[in-house]
């Protein structure tokens, strides 16, 4: 990060930088030239090693697919992540997050604090939260199960970490011959990693299969599906829904609907977990704020009431002060910090902040030849001093409070499908399920800051940049996230 940042400062809002093998990329943070980028998804596609490796692991599912492939999955998939949809898993979220509160009870003698690795609960809640919510299948994560499918999920982004230096071969790889031959081929590579990453996508596959057959029975026949599955109303259950109803041309095939499981586990997993476990780092040092929520929490109890032992969408999303923490964590810190696209064409790009040539003229454009690749800075646009002003480095929730702030932006519009923020990309492959995340936030923050108080433990975390931001103590190779947690008696 500090990287990006260093060069950010040195060179301004778009630059160009070299990558792995000398080729040249473009790097900017200007919001005409994302907003180009991300509204032209024909000519600014993602790169031919982010699709093979997506594509690779995932099959057809949304992450990896491209031009009317992505289209079609996207128009039978954007309807499932509507409000109206998103609302209907308030509850099973809820029951996620009092599991996981009583989880940590757990874990704390009655009346003193305990230092605990928040991240390993955060994580374990994301997945049972995208498990259920997503797939209607339960990991039985905040249970302590030990499924074949955590392991793999969670050797995913370390594995992928480690194949770095080949992954640029990948896209010549992966046109080696039909699939099984390659498949059969891979076995004899006698490299650690390969094989580990082998295994790890048998698992997934497998795993969604026979999660996708399930639920495509359960549909059909009509079968009656608890809570502790989702009650039917998980992603996939929804799509295969749909699927049924659409008329033939639009149709997913089998391949694409399981394909789904995997790309939304490994979209909605390190990203949520990441945002919670930041969010809750940053209120460890702001006990005013704890206090501030609580108060607010309580009050909305106290004034709309409480149904099934919660509050309803509508009222935690009327939260003011909780939605300024979770718009302000997810500016500042992004869990996805970057994205790229490679452009398939010539073409020239506008700039929002003209660009002093070498020889001095101002330019309002730059030219991009085909196959370069664009860097995309999530941190650059979401700390930009001129939209947010001078404190743009600074965690202040009044910006998204006081009217007077929130207008501001200097009159450069942000691409962004939430609060003006790049945090979830933009245009036609911005996150999908952004309100999914939202809700997921708010209701596991809601819950844990109601129930307990949290302080920082004095040890040095540092966040690194692999696909997503993961935090590990200073000096420590594990990821972990260390902060001292003390119970609250809950009111109502
Ligand atoms: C705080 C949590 C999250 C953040 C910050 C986040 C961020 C993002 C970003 C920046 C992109 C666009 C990447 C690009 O343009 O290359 C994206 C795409 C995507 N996200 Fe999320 N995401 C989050 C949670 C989720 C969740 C919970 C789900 C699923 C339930 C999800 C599903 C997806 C999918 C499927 C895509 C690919 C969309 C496409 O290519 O059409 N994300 N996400």
Request: include cysteine; charged fraction near 25%; proline fraction near 5%.
């Amino acid at each position: 990060m500090e990287y990006h940042e260093k060069f950010m400062k040195e060179y301004g809002s778009i630059f160009q930088v070299h990558g792995l093998l000398g080729e040249k990329q473009i790097f900017t943070s200007d919001c005409a030239a994302i907003s180009t980028i991300l509204n032209d998804s024909d000519t600014f596609r993602h790169t031919e090693e982010y699709d093979t490796i997506a594509t690779l692991i995932f099959g057809p599912g949304i992450i990896g697919a491209q031009g009317r492939q992505h289209k079609r999955l996207r128009r039978m998939l954007n309807p499932i992540f509507s409000s109206h949809n998103i609302r209907e898993l308030t509850g099973v979220f809820f029951s996620i997050a009092h599991k996981l509160r009583d989880c940590l009870e757990g874990e704390l003698p009655p009346d003193a604090e305990r230092e605990i690795n928040i991240l390993e609960w955060t994580s374990r809640a994301a997945l049972d939260l995208i498990g259920i919510g997503g797939a209607g299948y339960r990991f039985g994560a905040l249970d302590g199960s030990k499924n074949a499918y955590t392991t793999a999920a969670k050797g995913l982004l370390p594995t992928l970490t480690s194949l770095t230096p080949i992954v640029p071969l990948l896209p010549y790889l992966h046109h080696l011959g039909p699939s099984q031959l390659r498949r059969f081929l891979v076995r004899f590579v006698p490299w650690p990693a390969v094989q580990r990453f082998r295994r790890i996508i048998d698992v997934m596959d497998r795993t969604a299969w026979s999660v996708y057959r399930d639920k495509k029975r359960k549909v059909r026949e009509k079968v009656a599906v608890g809570e502790s599955e989702g009650g039917g109303r998980d992603v996939i259950s929804l799509a295969i829904a749909a699927n049924e109803n659409a008329d033939v041309d639009s149709r997913l095939t089998d391949e694409e609907l399981a394909a789904q499981m995997g790309g939304l586990i490994f979209a909605g997993l390190d990203t949520t977990s990441g945002a919670l476990c930041r969010t809750l780092q940053v209120l460890s040092t702001r006990p005013d704020l704890q206090r501030r929520l609580r108060a607010e929490i309580a009050d909305a109890k106290q004034t709309r009431g409480v149904e099934h032992g919660h509050l309803d969408y509508e009222t935690l999303h009327g939260l003011r002060c909780l939605g300024a923490v979770c718009q302000e964590v997810l500016r500042l810190y992004p869990p996805v910090t970057w994205f790229d696209r490679t452009s398939h064409v010539d073409i020239s790009i506008p700039l929002a902040s003209p660009l002093t040539t070498s020889t001095g003229k101002q330019a309002t454009s730059v030219p991009v030849l085909k196959g370069t690749t664009v860097i995309m800075s999530v941190h650059g646009v979401n700390r930009d001093k001129a939209l947010w002003g001078a404190d743009a480095e600074e965690f202040n929730i009044d910006r998204w409070l006081l009217p007077e702030r929130a207008e501001r932006r200097g009159g450069v519009k942000v691409p962004s499908v939430w609060s003006s923020l790049l945090s979830f990309g933009a245009g036609p492959r911005a996150c999908i399920g952004f309100r999914y995340a939202l809700l997921e936030l708010k209701v596991v923050l809601s819950v844990l800051i109601e129930s307990f108080e949290f302080s920082p433990t004095g040890k040095t975390v540092e966040w690194s940049l692999s696909f997503t931001q993961s935090p590990h103590v200073k000096g420590e190779d594990a990821p972990g996230m260390p902060l001292l947690v003390r119970r609250r008696a809950v009111e109502g």
